[in-house]
Nanobody, 121 residues
């Protein structure tokens, strides 16, 4: 098992940027694909971005392509989500997850507690 702790969320104006971090504990991190999901009030959990265990494959929700970048640093056991040009519709609780590479939440075994991102207009 891997324990995941997100940080970096907060309040930002539309057009601004945030960088989310997900720190992992456990030796399994390097074998895990990592993903970011988000959930807005009244909506289901939504896939945002994923990166394979090797870091060579990435996938993004269409609406965040060109604005968000997922990356991982295995030496630091950390995955990042750089979010630029933020929009009010990006407002949600963002969750870090580890497991099998994919866009479905059921592919992921370990989840962080979430971090709130609020984008004001």
């Amino acid at each position: 098992q891997v324990q995941l702790v997100e940080s970096g969320g907060g309040l930002v104006q539309a057009g601004g940027s945030l960088r989310l971090s997900c720190a992992a504990s456990g030796r399994t991190f390097r074998t895990y694909a990592m993903g970011w999901f988000r959930q807005a009030p009244g909506k289901e959990r939504e896939f945002v971005a994923a990166i394979s265990w090797s870091g060579l494959a990435k996938n993004y929700l269409e609406s965040v392509k060109g604005r968000f970048t997922i990356s991982r640093d295995d030496a630091k056991n950390t995955v990042y989500l750089q979010m630029n040009s933020l929009k009010p519709e990006d407002t949600a609780v963002y969750y870090c997850a580890g497991g099998v590479y994919g866009i479905q939440p059921e592919k992921y075994v370990d989840w962080g507690q979430g971090t709130q991102v609020t984008v004001s207009s």
